[in-house]
């Protein structure tokens, strides 16, 4: 085991209004930029929503992995366990006391958190994966009908 592994870092519990204010704020900021660039390059941003409908676990692996490598740790579930004053301790006392419930949500959370192990297991398909294609096959007929000039 390295040292890196054994170190459990003291972050401070977050203010989650901020968090959640600055992430909105992000998305908001990223959407913008990113219809701004589609505007300015509408065959190469048509040519990545095709790929991402086609294949949209290019999207959605990178998002998986961030939640279970950053999401799980703030919310407290650690290698050693659920960390002390953290939201998952809360939520654990406030509703399983000291018994968590086998093949409930909280028991696979501590599990994923005290393991390297972040990849689903079952390589069924995602849940998200339809949608996904869905709203990349949206994007694609609104970049191109605005290029196109079938609205602005």
């Excluded at 930029?33 to 929503?49: Q, R």
């Amino acid at each position: 085991m390295s040292q890196l592994q054994e170190l459990d870092l003291r972050l401070p519990d977050p203010n989650w209004w901020i968090l959640w204010d600055a992430i909105a704020y992000l998305t908001c900021y990223l959407a913008t930029e990113l219809n701004n660039w589609s505007i300015i390059h509408p065959y190469f941003a048509t040519g990545a929503l095709l790929c991402i409908s086609g294949n949209p676990e290019l999207l959605l692996t990178p998002l998986r992995i961030a939640r279970y490598i950053f999401i799980l740790y703030m919310l407290g579930f650690r290698k050693q366990g659920v960390a002390k004053d953290s939201y998952a301790s809360r939520y654990q006392s406030r509703h399983y006391g000291g018994y968590v419930p086998p093949q409930s949500t909280f028991s696979t959370f501590q599990a994923r958190g005290a393991t390297d192990d972040y990849e689903d297991g079952d390589k069924r398909e995602s849940t998200f994966a339809v949608p996904v294609s869905l709203m990349a096959n949206v994007g694609t007929l609104f970049v191109l009908g605005r290029a196109w000039g079938w609205w602005y």
